[in-house]
């Protein structure tokens, strides 16, 4: 009970330190596949240099795999409505996240930086949803903030308490009740 209680405020702290750079600076610090990346590190609250690297790596791929797919198939194009049956746009857009995937899967796995909320961001640049390039930086910068943010929470927390994380009864770290 403990460690899913502390593993979902964590991850809502996590998040919500995005939402207030979001809010302040009007741009779109927080994202559909943030979500999973915050709920990654909080579910498991070590902080190391080659998971840092192997998040924000991954969605570095992800959007430039996606900013490049969308570029180069579907510029123009977002999935903003259901483009009607056979329509030209909604195959572009199709065709877009695949080859995103597709880039975005091999790149994860040849650079060994596999995180797989990553696959959804490379979506949400090749559907035209956050498609400039200066729209993919600030998708990058946000999960270099989460994940800096989180590795100070780390060192705080090791300084207070003496380790990274508590450790949990086995009983909370299943699907028990409670």
């Not at 702290?13 to 927080?30: E, K, N, R, S």
């Not at 959804?120 to 946000?142: D, K, N, Q, R, Y």
Request: proline content about 6%; some cysteine.
């Amino acid at each position: 009970m403990r460690r899913r209680l502390g593993t979902s405020l964590y991850a809502g702290l996590l998040f919500t330190v995005l939402g207030l750079v979001a809010w302040a600076t009007g741009q779109p610090f927080v994202f559909p596949s943030l979500g999973p990346s915050a709920f990654v590190l909080a579910f498991d609250r070590r902080s190391e240099r080659e998971r840092a690297v192997r998040v924000v790596g991954s969605h570095l791929i992800g959007g430039l795999a996606g900013l490049a797919a969308w570029t180069v198939v579907a510029d123009g194009a977002a999935l903003t409505a259901t483009p009607p049956a056979f329509s030209p746009e909604g195959f572009r857009l199709t065709a877009s996240a695949v080859v995103s995937l597709v880039a975005t899967s091999w790149a994860m796995i040849a650079t060994g930086t596999v995180h797989p909320p990553a696959c959804a961001t490379t979506l949400i640049v090749s559907l035209g949803l956050l498609s400039t390039p200066s729209e993919v930086a600030i998708i990058v910068a946000s999960v270099t903030v989460l994940v800096a943010f989180h590795a100070a929470v780390i060192l705080v927390f090791k300084r207070l308490v003496g380790d990274a994380h508590p450790l949990y009864g086995r009983d909370d770290a299943g699907g028990g009740a409670g």
